[in-house]
Every structure is written in C-alpha cells, then in structure tokens.
C-alpha cells in the first residue's frame, strides 16, 4: 500500500489538475477495490437458473460473487466475466482435508483448476461459520485444512487465489465498547490465533459476517433504528477508551474485530465483510424486517463502502472494507427464524424488491416503497397455524413431531379433548403447532415447520377449544 501509495504520487507532480487528495486514495487502493459483491446463496427450491442469475449479477454491477458452494454450472457460468469469484469447501469436508493432502488435491484440481484462470476465482473460504456449530471437532481441523488448501493451490500455482473462512460475529466475546473487542476465551488460542497467523502469513483477509441488524434487533432500547441502518445524523457513539466517536453500528462492530485481533496480537490484518445485509421481510415477532429498512440499510452501506476517499473505520480509517452483500435471493428453503429467507435483492421470479445497485454511483433515497409499519416491537398474541393447502404427508409428520416435544402438548386435540373437532388435519396441526411454540419458543422453537406453518395474529380458538399463544 505505501509503495503505491508513493508512485501514485511522483506522477502527480504532472498532473496538476487533478486534485490530489482524490487521486491519491482512488489509486492507491485499486489492488483491494472494495467494489462490493454479492452473496448468491442457493437454498431455495424455486430459484432461476445459473444463466439467469448471472445476468441479475451483472445488473447490480456487482464487483464480486460469493458462492457457498463450488456449483460448476455457476463457475462455468461465470467464465470471461469481469467477476471476481468466492467459492467454499463445504462445512463436512474439512475434517477430512485436514488429514488428507491427496483429498485437498483432488479437490483444488476438480473445483478450481477446471475453471482457472477464465472464472476469477480469488477466495476459497474453508467452511462457514465453523466457530457457530456445536460440532468442536471441526473447530480444531479449520486451520489444517485451510493450510492444506493454500498448499494445493500453491502446487498448481494457483497464486491469486487467497485462503479464508467467513466467522459470525459470536467468536467475539466482548464486542463494546469496540476497544475491548476480545475473542472467546475457549477458542483464541486453539483455533484463532493459528487462523490470525496463517491469515497475516499468506496476507489474507479475516472474513467477518456482521449484521446490524441482529445486534439491534436484540437490543432496540438501547440502539437506534438509524444507527444501525447507517443513516446521517443520528447521535454518535465515543468508546470512552479510545476517544473513537462511532456513527454507525456497522463500524462500531467491524472495529470491535479490529481491536480483538490486536489483542490477540495480530494488529495489521485486513478485514474482508463476508456478509452483511438487512432483512426485507420476517415473522411477526420479529422487528425492523422490512423492504424500506432493507433498501435504506444497502444503500448507506453501499455507499459507505464505495466512498472516495476511502472511508474505513474510525479505527481504521482510508482502509479498503472489500464486501458481499448478502444476498441474491429470498431462499425459501433456509430454516430458522422468517428473517432468514427474507435477505434477497430479488424475489425467485427475477423481480427486484426494491431498486438497488452496488457500484455506489446511481444510488438516490429509495422512494415509493411501503412505510414500515414494525420498527416497533409487536405488542399482544400471536399463533402458529398450519398453511391452507400444505402437503398433507409432510404435514402429518409435522403434527406427530410437534406433538411429541414438549408437555403435554397435544392432550385436547386428542378424541374426547376440548379442541379434538373439527377433526381434521389442519385443525390439529395448527393446534399442535401453536402449542409447541408457546412452550417452547423461549428454548428457541421457530413456528416454521420447513415452510408448513405460519404465524398469525388472528385467534383460531373456536368455541370451547383455546389455542395456547405467545404474548409479547
Ligand atoms: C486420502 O484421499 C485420497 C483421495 O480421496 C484417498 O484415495 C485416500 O484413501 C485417502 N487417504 C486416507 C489415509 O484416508
Ligand atoms: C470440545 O468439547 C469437549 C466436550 O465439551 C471438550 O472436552 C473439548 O475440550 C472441546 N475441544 C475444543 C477444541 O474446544
Ligand atoms: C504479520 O505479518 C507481518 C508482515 O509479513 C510481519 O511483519 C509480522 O511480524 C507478522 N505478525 C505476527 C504477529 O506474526
Ligand atoms: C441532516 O441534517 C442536515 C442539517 O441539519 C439537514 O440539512 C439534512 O436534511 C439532514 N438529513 C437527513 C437525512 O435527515
Ligand atoms: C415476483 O414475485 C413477487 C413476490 O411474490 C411479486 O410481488 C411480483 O409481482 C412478482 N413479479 C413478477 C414479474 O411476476
Ligand atoms: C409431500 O411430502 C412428502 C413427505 O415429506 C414427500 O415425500 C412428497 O413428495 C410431497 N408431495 C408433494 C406433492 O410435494
Ligand atoms: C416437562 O415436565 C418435566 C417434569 O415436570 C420437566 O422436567 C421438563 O422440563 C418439562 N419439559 C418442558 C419442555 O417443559
């Protein structure tokens, strides 16, 4: 960077006219432009083709892709492309490369070699969000894996291609104030301080996946609705430590890994933003998703990432933050809470659900979008109901499930109990599915059911039957 730095500014002495601030930082970060990307998640079962995708991508000027996968329809797809590309090893074959130098071989050979140099491929993230899965063994196998992938792309001189692995923002145990950003004790010397020395060593990036969103939404008492969409004027936040002052919560989260790095004694590292975004949509329990709040959240992050000069983090300011946006797609087949399959750019049909582009430079305040009506959380009761014409087979399976969890969770839908008629399967799904949620939604049960139940604010309880409920 400083050697660029310094070329860029003998040849201003002969071009005076151009301002030199400007061109300064414009040129002196071209290496990581941050060019933010997309995230083209897959977990959707109504999705459009490869082919179709793409276009899509290169309608919102994205810089850069990021697949969870190594699709080979994708990869082909992006060949001749001016995309630089991101695949993954999939979570189930770390343990295995860790101690197979053959198998990351084969593997690099089959998945990125076929495609070289024709695909940009320039990252191969080793798993994701390893450090979130229960599953430790893994953990202890991420960084021999990552070191054995960097050893076969090295063998097949695959030298543009960098090694990471994107992590939640949960390997922080301490995230404020960010100057006392620390990572969780139990896995900091295991797992991250070799990630942080193979990362500086082969001049990687540290992959971070940082939501908003989801700090906001645990806390909007204590955090502004607009701080954490990154808009102007809202109230600062000074780490009282560092005298730091924060504008938004995106940086206050980015710095907090900063300094967590630094602590563990890796102080120049790169940060690369895995993912981030904001959800169009959710359940009724859950606050802020909506398509207004999305589109004002990627348009300030757009443009807060494709600033010029460079804006970087007060900790790091004028540093490249390169990105992906997550994502492409509403993915109708991701579990969990209704936020997760609400994070897309684009309905399945192709249709954008609100007007967006990456580049930064056609970027107005979005308009004519529906006001949110859910920045405040839901007051009053909600159920969980079966949805009108769901496969009836899985819906069976569904309604013994739910009923087998919990305490007594199904006794008046059973013959002779208070809710038993109507007697058919959608009365009794709903009420087992209403019941298993009021018990146990507090252990973290989601009305979900893979897509074959819905909340409502609507009472289904008929005459002496009272479907149990959620209060908020
Ligand atoms: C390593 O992987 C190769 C290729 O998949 C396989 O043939 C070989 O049996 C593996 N070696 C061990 C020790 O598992
Ligand atoms: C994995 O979990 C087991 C059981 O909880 C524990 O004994 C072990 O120390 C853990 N290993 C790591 C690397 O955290
Ligand atoms: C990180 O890499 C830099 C540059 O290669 C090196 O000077 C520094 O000593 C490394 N830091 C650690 C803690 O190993
Ligand atoms: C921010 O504040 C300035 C000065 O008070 C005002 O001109 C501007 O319209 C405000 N912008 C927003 C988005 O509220
Ligand atoms: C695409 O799907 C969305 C959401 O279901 C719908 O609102 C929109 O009208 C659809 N667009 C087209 C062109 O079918
Ligand atoms: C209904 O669900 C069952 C079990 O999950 C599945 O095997 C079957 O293919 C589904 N039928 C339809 C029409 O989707
Ligand atoms: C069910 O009841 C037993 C005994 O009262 C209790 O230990 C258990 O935690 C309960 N389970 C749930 C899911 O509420």
Redesign the pocket.
Known sequence: MKQQQQQTHNKMGLILLIPLFYLLFSLSSAEIAPKPGVCYGQLGNNLPQPSTSIKLIKSLKAGRVKIYDTNPKILKQLKNTNIQVSVMVPNELITFIANNQTLSNNWVRSNILRFYPKTKIRYVLVGNEILSLPDNVTWTNLVPAMRRIRRSLTFFKLKKVKVGTPLAMDCLEVSFPPSSGKFRLSVTDSVIKPLLQFVNRTKSFFFIDVYPYFAWASDPVNIKLGYALLEPNVSGYTDPVTGLMYTNLLEQMLDAVYFAMKRAGYPDIRLFIAETGWPNGGDIDQIGASIYNAAVYNRNVIKFLTQKPLRGTPHKPFVALPSFVFSLYNENEKPGLGTERHFGLFYPNGSGIYPIDLSGKTLEYPKGLPVPTNNEPYKGKIWCVAVRGA?????G?ALSYACGQGNGTCGPIKQGGKCFKPDSLWWHASYAFSSYWAQLRESGATCYF?GLAVQTTKNPSFGSCKFPSVTL
């Open positions: 496969n009836t087979t899985a819906l399976g893979d």
